[in-house]
């Protein structure tokens, strides 16, 4: 029995699996009867497509994109896209056919190929034998990346295309055979970030996408395809690729290159994984992280920077906001049942006691408000031209460093600390207490660290020594 189901859309390695098995499962075979039982699988008219396969004899499969193509010993194709969940099953015919079959052939020899498709996307359509790639529906798909000896089509196609890199590459039409998966693997290998613009991706980039496209897809046909979730292309025999895949489907990983955490985002509508360190966002400007204890003097430097003509965002302000809106404190009520609201805002110091007293609820609580804030920062900063000045009190922990070019840790004595609470109203005590545990490593881990236990004009003259020498 031949079963190949992939649940991510397959892509050129497993088509290329799947023909392969085919042609050693169903080459010779004739069809003596077909069923189509789900009719808006066939395109073109289903009783033409009946009277012409009737009969025919399969001699080869192709594949074209990700297409596969059926050739007989009559003078036309079949050509079968099986979109996210098509899968072919070669059956005796004591074997009952299954309650997602869409069509199914059955054979002289006692055996039947059915077509099985549980979200019934698939599609069949036939196609003359001596025109095909220039007939519906092959004629729409563009060279796959081993047709193209260089990069000169691409260069020229993605010159003008006003999406993404990402949906430039698994734009079939252009460039078939690439989808969600190995594009991911493509962009990471090269070092792009999936949202750059294409036309913004220069020719040498754009060349390396094509090397890496070939020299991955050719691991993976080697490896059988990829097997994500149960992909099972034979029975016996597994695609194997996952285990080499950089990046798809590792979100919360760690970055086999740098070590960062794998982010996932959503480009035209598709999860994309990446690394925001390795693949950085050509139109994101420059950004500077700001970190330090309470009331080291981070937010006098952000504004400062700010005065200067820099954008300042403040991870506390997007808390704020995240605060006063009610699906955010519906979601935090989960952790903090007793959450007290006043005036349609979370009580942020009553907040802050509970949090003290349950270091369980803390962990979790701060986890949910760092990916609320971090959709609101990604969401900001493509919309900022000028150098951007983001302060953040947990800066290394919430590893909001990911998206910085670089660091800045303002750290100052307890004496200092304690001025500034007081100027601040802040609850000395409590900070001071809560700036006892802040962790060293965060020194190491900073690209500039600055004193500030003095004046502010020395405070402001550090900063100048590094920004504006």
Same mark, same amino acid.
């Given at each position: 029995m031949v079963w190949c189901k992939i649940v991510e859309m397959p892509e050129l390695p497993e088509v290329e699996t799947i023909v392969g098995i085919l042609k050693e499962m169903v080459v010779g075979k004739t069809i003596k009867s077909i069923h189509v039982i789900h009719p808006k699988t066939i395109i073109g008219d289903m009783h033409d497509f009946g009277h012409k396969l009737l009969g025919a004899k399969i %001699?080869?499969?192709? @594949?074209?994109?990700k297409y596969i193509v059926f050739h007989f010993d009559k003078p036309i194709v079949m050509a079968s896209h099986l979109r996210m969940e098509g899968k072919y099953f070669l059956r005796n015919t004591n074997e009952k056919p299954s309650y997602h079959d869409m069509v199914t052939f059955d054979f002289n020899d006692g055996t039947y190929l059915a077509y099985n498709d549980t979200r019934r996307f698939g599609t069949l359509e036939l196609a003359s034998a001596e025109n095909y790639l220039n007939e519906s529906p092959l004629n729409q798909v563009g060279p796959d990346p081993f047709m193209l000896e260089n990069a000169d089509f691409l260069i020229k196609s993605y010159a003008d295309y006003s999406g993404s890199i990402k949906a430039a590459l698994t734009d079939q039409k252009i460039l078939s055979g690439l989808g969600n998966i190995y594009v991911d693997e493509v962009l990471f290998e090269i070092g792009v970030h999936p949202e750059t613009p294409a036309k913004l991706v220069s020719s040498s980039k754009i060349s390396e996408a094509l090397q890496a496209s070939k020299k991955i897809l050719s691991k993976a046909i080697e490896a059988g395809g990829s097997t994500i979730h149960s992909y099972h292309p034979k029975e016996g025999m597994s695609g194997m690729f996952q285990v080499n895949l950089q990046v798809y489907g590792k979100e919360g990983e760690k970055c086999p290159r740098c070590g960062t955490r794998i982010r996932k985002i959503f480009v035209n509508g598709r999860g994309t994984s990446y690394c925001p360190r390795c693949q950085r966002n050509a139109k994101i400007p420059y950004i500077? *992280?700001? %970190? *330090?204890?309470?009331?080291? *003097?981070?937010? %006098?430097?952000?504004?400062?920077?700010?005065?200067?003509?820099?954008t300042y965002l403040s991870a506390d302000e997007f808390v704020h906001e995240i605060y006063k809106e009610k699906s955010s404190? !519906?979601?935090?009520?989960?952790?903090v049942k007793n959450l007290v609201i006043k005036n349609g805002e979370i009580d942020r110091e009553f907040l @802050?006691?509970?949090?003290?007293?349950?270091?369980?609820?803390?962990?979790?609580? !701060?986890?949910?408000?760092?990916?609320?804030? !971090? !959709?609101r920062f990604l969401s900001r900063i493509k919309r900022i031209k000028n150098k951007i000045v983001f302060e953040v009190p947990l800066l290394f922990e919430s590893e909001f460093d990911d998206y910085c070019d670089e660091t800045l840790l303002v750290l100052a004595n307890r004496d200092k600390q304690i001025s500034n609470l007081m100027t601040r109203n802040n609850n000395v005590s409590e900070s001071i207490k809560i700036n006892s545990s802040y962790s060293k490593e965060n020194i190491k881990k900073a690209t500039y660290v600055i004193e500030n236990n003095s004046d502010i004009a020395n405070l402001y003259k550090q900063v100048d020594s590094i920004f504006y020498k």
């Amino acid at each position: 029995m031949v079963w190949c189901k992939i649940v991510e859309m397959p892509e050129l390695p497993e088509v290329e699996t799947i023909v392969g098995i085919l042609k050693e499962m169903v080459v010779g075979k004739t069809i003596k009867s077909i069923h189509v039982i789900h009719p808006k699988t066939i395109i073109g008219d289903m009783h033409d497509f009946g009277h012409k396969l009737l009969g025919a004899k399969i %001699t080869d499969f192709s @594949r074209v994109g990700k297409y596969i193509v059926f050739h007989f010993d009559k003078p036309i194709v079949m050509a079968s896209h099986l979109r996210m969940e098509g899968k072919y099953f070669l059956r005796n015919t004591n074997e009952k056919p299954s309650y997602h079959d869409m069509v199914t052939f059955d054979f002289n020899d006692g055996t039947y190929l059915a077509y099985n498709d549980t979200r019934r996307f698939g599609t069949l359509e036939l196609a003359s034998a001596e025109n095909y790639l220039n007939e519906s529906p092959l004629n729409q798909v563009g060279p796959d990346p081993f047709m193209l000896e260089n990069a000169d089509f691409l260069i020229k196609s993605y010159a003008d295309y006003s999406g993404s890199i990402k949906a430039a590459l698994t734009d079939q039409k252009i460039l078939s055979g690439l989808g969600n998966i190995y594009v991911d693997e493509v962009l990471f290998e090269i070092g792009v970030h999936p949202e750059t613009p294409a036309k913004l991706v220069s020719s040498s980039k754009i060349s390396e996408a094509l090397q890496a496209s070939k020299k991955i897809l050719s691991k993976a046909i080697e490896a059988g395809g990829s097997t994500i979730h149960s992909y099972h292309p034979k029975e016996g025999m597994s695609g194997m690729f996952q285990v080499n895949l950089q990046v798809y489907g590792k979100e919360g990983e760690k970055c086999p290159r740098c070590g960062t955490r794998i982010r996932k985002i959503f480009v035209n509508g598709r999860g994309t994984s990446y690394c925001p360190r390795c693949q950085r966002n050509a139109k994101i400007p420059y950004i500077l *992280g700001v %970190t *330090g204890p309470i009331g080291s *003097g981070k937010s %006098t430097v952000s504004k400062y920077l700010e005065s200067k003509g820099w954008t300042y965002l403040s991870a506390d302000e997007f808390v704020h906001e995240i605060y006063k809106e009610k699906s955010s404190q !519906e979601l935090i009520k989960n952790i903090v049942k007793n959450l007290v609201i006043k005036n349609g805002e979370i009580d942020r110091e009553f907040l @802050r006691h509970e949090l003290i007293k349950n270091p369980s609820k803390k962990m979790k609580l !701060e986890k949910l408000v760092w990916n609320l804030v !971090e !959709e609101r920062f990604l969401s900001r900063i493509k919309r900022i031209k000028n150098k951007i000045v983001f302060e953040v009190p947990l800066l290394f922990e919430s590893e909001f460093d990911d998206y910085c070019d670089e660091t800045l840790l303002v750290l100052a004595n307890r004496d200092k600390q304690i001025s500034n609470l007081m100027t601040r109203n802040n609850n000395v005590s409590e900070s001071i207490k809560i700036n006892s545990s802040y962790s060293k490593e965060n020194i190491k881990k900073a690209t500039y660290v600055i004193e500030n236990n003095s004046d502010i004009a020395n405070l402001y003259k550090q900063v100048d020594s590094i920004f504006y020498k």
